[in-house]
């Protein structure tokens, strides 16, 4: 990161994932259905990575912002697709993508005020109660299908666009955190009353992680409901929040790269063991555990396991 | 007025479970300081323990202990609450305990890792399977008309198990030698080693403890609901451990009273047309509502922060 700008590698990769994009036919369609998970994915981890990994703010209801996104975007596009050209499509989608984004960082906000004034476990048991409020909330909304779903969702993510917003989002977050700024935040993680005495505002630095997460998350769930095309409040439930927390947990908590490298391998992991499909969610328990127990500094660590306590 | 009552009533009933489990969310936390996410899956094998053993039963006892007699449904009970006592205490033997001295969180995601291990397992067909299956009557059932609030007797077993267990419960954590170390380690874990306690063994016996609690509390909302499935404990359990931080976690007259207060809630908004839909909800909003006002919980001390 130091030898090349950041901003480059941005740009690449954007240009890549627009040029795989564009010939995205010649790839099998499971292939590039399973890439887009990963991108999805990715979005998530990271954004969570911000507020669990470098602010140390352990929440549980990622999934529940996931969910706001997701829906807000669909309604969007559900709303205004029989009146969209090729021209306007592209441009329609990235801002139903960015108002769901924002209703979701608004929602972190209000949820984020209240809750961040607790610490440790009960946070976690408090966003995991309000992305469980959020999903009954939806659950029982007519105009979003309630229970049974929302269906009729555009199919307007692809490669090109999963594969930016994680770039983006990887991007946005590892600027932020290795700014001036972003220093707060992990002064905040590594000890909140140290913090506050050097004059750190605390609860801001730990609202903006969660507003920021939050508005990441948005964008993952309108890139989701437009790549499943049919979105379920029970698929954004608390099992959802945890498979996120997992990967930021196995990617070594606050190391971006491990964080994007768990969340690849989380994605794939599934579908290589879809032949034994009745075993690999029983596995995929096993490992967590067997990774709990014999790597809980994250996969991918190696050097750096000693700096932070 | 009858409604009230009989709502009332209700609530009770379920809250009554709620406080069996959340006593065992609360006792672990008391001792570890983590939350054991694979209780509610404790609490769905407790179920499924009663609903074999009463098929056992009823193929090979049925002459000793015929089927719905108050004997057999004892023995069932206390069968299925050593089953998973013995659970519990292997759970902890194998997942938690190589981690004692690790960070908290890597406890926590083992926790999360054995409950989808026994979730998957549980649904996977060669062992329970997925779908739901109706549970058998243990015992006859009947309705009381007390001036017209309606009381099942499975209500009445639901209290009268509960208060037997709440009893001996306060008599084994209070009066006996075990309970005060219980009472140490949770106080201080180190100055309870310092003064000889065993600490391996008080966590196991809490363990057994709390999961044989939480057996208890799978056979009574199995003979309330009549129908068991792997994912039974999921929603439970979450709201059990809600009841657990209302009344304060580590504090277990605490979880007993935020069992009851849980019940309450979800059963008065059950009974409004229009927010019944929203029940799953209320435990959680109800729950930040007095975290706000109280993050220490109902009976929970406020505890300072040194630095």
């Given at each position: 990161m130091k030898r090349f700008p950041p901003q480059w590698l941005l740009v690449a990769a954007l240009v890549i994932a627009g040029i795989i994009s564009a010939i995205s036919g010649v790839f099998n369609r499971y292939y590039l259905g399973v890439s887009i998970d990963v991108a999805i994915a990715i979005v998530l981890a990271v954004s969570l990575n911000l507020i669990n990994g470098h602010t140390g703010q352990f929440s549980l209801g990622h999934a529940g912002f996931m969910a706001v996104g997701g829906y807000t975007a669909a309604a969007m596009t559900i709303a205004l697709q029989k009146s969209l050209t090729p021209v306007t499509q592209p441009i329609v989608f990235l801002l139903a993508l960015i108002v769901g984004g924002l209703v979701s960082a608004l929602a972190g906000l209000v949820v984020g005020v209240p809750s961040l004034r607790l610490k440790g476990d009960y946070l976690a048991i408090v966003t995991l109660g309000f992305g469980e409020i959020i999903r009954v909330v939806f659950q029982n909304m007519e105009s979003v299908g309630a229970a049974s779903g929302l269906k009729g969702i555009p199919n307007y993510t692809n490669f090109f666009w999963s594969w930016a917003c994680a770039a983006v989002t990887v991007y946005a977050v590892a600027c932020l955190v290795n700014s001036t700024y972003g220093r707060g935040f992990i002064a905040v993680h590594d000890d909140e009353v140290a913090a506050g005495a050097m004059g750190i505002n605390t609860t801001r630095y730990k609202v903006t992680a969660f507003v920021i997460g939050a508005f990441f998350a948005g964008i993952a769930g309108g890139l989701f409901a437009h790549h499943k095309v049919f979105l379920s409040p029970t698929g954004f439930d608390f099992t959802k929040s945890i498979e996120i927390v997992v990967m930021v947990i196995l990617g070594g908590m606050g190391r971006t790269m491990g964080v994007i490298l768990a969340a690849i391998v989380l994605t794939i992991l599934p579908e290589v063991l879809r032949p034994i499909a009745s075993y690999r969610m029983i596995i995929y328990s096993l490992l967590i555990i067997g990774l709990m127990l014999l790597r809980p500094q994250g996969l991918f660590t190696w050097n750096k396991s000693s700096k932070r306590a | 007025m009858t409604e009230f009552l009989q709502q009332i009533l209700n609530g009770l009933a379920l809250g009554a479970i709620y406080a069996l489990i959340a006593l065992g969310y609360t006792m672990v936390y008391g001792v570890l300081r983590f939350i054991n996410f694979a209780h509610s899956d404790i609490f769905m094998l407790g179920a499924f323990s009663g609903f074999y053993l009463e098929k056992l039963f009823?193929?090979?006892?049925?002459?000793?202990?015929?089927?719905?007699?108050?004997?057999?449904?004892?023995?069932?009970?206390?069968?299925?609450?050593?089953?998973?006592?013995?659970?519990?205490?292997?759970?902890?033997?194998?997942?938690?305990?190589?981690?004692?001295?690790?960070?908290?969180?890597t406890v926590l995601i083992t926790a999360i890792g054995v409950s989808l291990f026994i979730e998957y397992t549980c649904q996977h067909p060669a062992v329970f399977g997925p779908s739901p299956q109706a549970f058998p009557k243990l015992l006859p059932e009947q309705t009381l008309n007390l001036g017209g609030v309606v009381m099942s007797s499975n209500q009445v077993v639901i209290f009268v198990v509960t208060g037997i267990l709440l009893v001996l419960l306060t008599f084994i954590v209070q009066r006996t030698k075990v309970g005060m170390a219980m009472r140490a380690v949770s106080f201080n874990e180190r100055a309870a080693a310092l003064m000889g306690v065993n600490v391996d063994r008080i966590v196991s016996f809490t363990f057994a403890l709390g999961s044989a609690l939480a057996a208890a509390g799978g056979?009574?909302?199995?003979?309330?609901?009549?129908?068991?499935?792997?994912?039974?404990?999921?929603?439970?359990?979450?709201?059990?451990?809600?009841?657990?931080?209302?009344?304060?976690?580590?504090?277990?007259?605490?979880?007993?009273?935020?069992?009851?207060?849980?019940?309450?809630?979800?059963?008065?908004?059950?009974?409004?047309?229009?927010?019944?839909?929203?029940?799953?909800?209320?435990a959680f909003a109800f729950l930040i509502a007095v975290l706000l006002f109280r993050p220490d919980g109902l009976l929970g001390k406020a505890t300072k922060e040194k630095v």
């Amino acid at each position: 990161m130091k030898r090349f700008p950041p901003q480059w590698l941005l740009v690449a990769a954007l240009v890549i994932a627009g040029i795989i994009s564009a010939i995205s036919g010649v790839f099998n369609r499971y292939y590039l259905g399973v890439s887009i998970d990963v991108a999805i994915a990715i979005v998530l981890a990271v954004s969570l990575n911000l507020i669990n990994g470098h602010t140390g703010q352990f929440s549980l209801g990622h999934a529940g912002f996931m969910a706001v996104g997701g829906y807000t975007a669909a309604a969007m596009t559900i709303a205004l697709q029989k009146s969209l050209t090729p021209v306007t499509q592209p441009i329609v989608f990235l801002l139903a993508l960015i108002v769901g984004g924002l209703v979701s960082a608004l929602a972190g906000l209000v949820v984020g005020v209240p809750s961040l004034r607790l610490k440790g476990d009960y946070l976690a048991i408090v966003t995991l109660g309000f992305g469980e409020i959020i999903r009954v909330v939806f659950q029982n909304m007519e105009s979003v299908g309630a229970a049974s779903g929302l269906k009729g969702i555009p199919n307007y993510t692809n490669f090109f666009w999963s594969w930016a917003c994680a770039a983006v989002t990887v991007y946005a977050v590892a600027c932020l955190v290795n700014s001036t700024y972003g220093r707060g935040f992990i002064a905040v993680h590594d000890d909140e009353v140290a913090a506050g005495a050097m004059g750190i505002n605390t609860t801001r630095y730990k609202v903006t992680a969660f507003v920021i997460g939050a508005f990441f998350a948005g964008i993952a769930g309108g890139l989701f409901a437009h790549h499943k095309v049919f979105l379920s409040p029970t698929g954004f439930d608390f099992t959802k929040s945890i498979e996120i927390v997992v990967m930021v947990i196995l990617g070594g908590m606050g190391r971006t790269m491990g964080v994007i490298l768990a969340a690849i391998v989380l994605t794939i992991l599934p579908e290589v063991l879809r032949p034994i499909a009745s075993y690999r969610m029983i596995i995929y328990s096993l490992l967590i555990i067997g990774l709990m127990l014999l790597r809980p500094q994250g996969l991918f660590t190696w050097n750096k396991s000693s700096k932070r306590a | 007025m009858t409604e009230f009552l009989q709502q009332i009533l209700n609530g009770l009933a379920l809250g009554a479970i709620y406080a069996l489990i959340a006593l065992g969310y609360t006792m672990v936390y008391g001792v570890l300081r983590f939350i054991n996410f694979a209780h509610s899956d404790i609490f769905m094998l407790g179920a499924f323990s009663g609903f074999y053993l009463e098929k056992l039963f009823a193929r090979y006892f049925a002459s000793a202990f015929p089927p719905q007699s108050i004997t057999a449904a004892i023995i069932i009970m206390l069968l299925s609450m050593a089953i998973c006592a013995a659970l519990g205490v292997a759970i902890e033997y194998l997942a938690y305990r190589p981690l004692r001295k690790r960070p908290r969180l890597t406890v926590l995601i083992t926790a999360i890792g054995v409950s989808l291990f026994i979730e998957y397992t549980c649904q996977h067909p060669a062992v329970f399977g997925p779908s739901p299956q109706a549970f058998p009557k243990l015992l006859p059932e009947q309705t009381l008309n007390l001036g017209g609030v309606v009381m099942s007797s499975n209500q009445v077993v639901i209290f009268v198990v509960t208060g037997i267990l709440l009893v001996l419960l306060t008599f084994i954590v209070q009066r006996t030698k075990v309970g005060m170390a219980m009472r140490a380690v949770s106080f201080n874990e180190r100055a309870a080693a310092l003064m000889g306690v065993n600490v391996d063994r008080i966590v196991s016996f809490t363990f057994a403890l709390g999961s044989a609690l939480a057996a208890a509390g799978g056979i009574l909302f199995a003979i309330k609901y009549q129908k068991i499935e792997p994912l039974m404990g999921v929603q439970m359990g979450l709201k059990a451990f809600v009841a657990a931080v209302l009344g304060g976690i580590g504090n277990l007259p605490g979880a007993c009273l935020g069992g009851l207060v849980l019940g309450l809630v979800e059963s008065a908004v059950g009974g409004v047309a229009r927010l019944s839909t929203y029940r799953d909800g209320v435990a959680f909003a109800f729950l930040i509502a007095v975290l706000l006002f109280r993050p220490d919980g109902l009976l929970g001390k406020a505890t300072k922060e040194k630095v």
